[in-house]
């Protein structure tokens, strides 16, 4: 019932762009903060930017500061991540999770999405 499905993702070149979108569904979207967290081979899963309830919140890991942009439509219980100038290092599996409480840590969310696949070529 519960279902979060990422889009979006694809094969770019250094300092491009992407959005990538998660829609969900099966449970009340405006009631969660969500978050994106990604996965390279051969390490593990990793924070990247979380947006609260009500927007007011945002956070990211230092390394997409100043590049990476989370985003939520509630009416829509959709949440973005607006990746610009993308470097090899940014390649990976990108989850969107949805967390009752506020936290940027993964054992603290409830939900998670299958996984779209980033590829960033230098």
């Known amino acids: 019932q519960v279902q979060l499905v990422e889009s979006g993702g694809g094969l770019v070149q250094a300092g491009d762009s992407l959005r990538l979108s998660c829609a969900a569904s099966?449970?009340?979207?405006?009631?969660?903060?969500m978050g994106w967290f990604r996965q390279a081979p051969g390490k593990e899963r990793e924070f990247v930017a979380a947006?609260?309830?009500?927007?007011?919140?945002?956070k990211y890991v230092d390394s997409v500061k100043g590049r990476f942009t989370i985003s939520r439509d509630n009416a829509k219980n959709t949440v973005y991540l607006q990746m610009n100038s993308l470097k090899p290092e940014d390649t990976a599996v990108y989850y969107c999770?949805?967390?009752?409480?506020?936290?940027?840590?993964?054992?603290?969310?409830?939900?998670w999405g299958q996984g779209t696949q980033v590829t960033v070529s230098s």
């Open positions: 999770a949805a967390s009752i409480r506020w936290t940027i840590g993964t054992t603290g969310y409830n939900y």
């Open positions: 099966g449970f009340t979207f405006s009631n969660y903060n």
């Open positions: 947006i609260g309830t009500g927007a007011n919140f945002v």
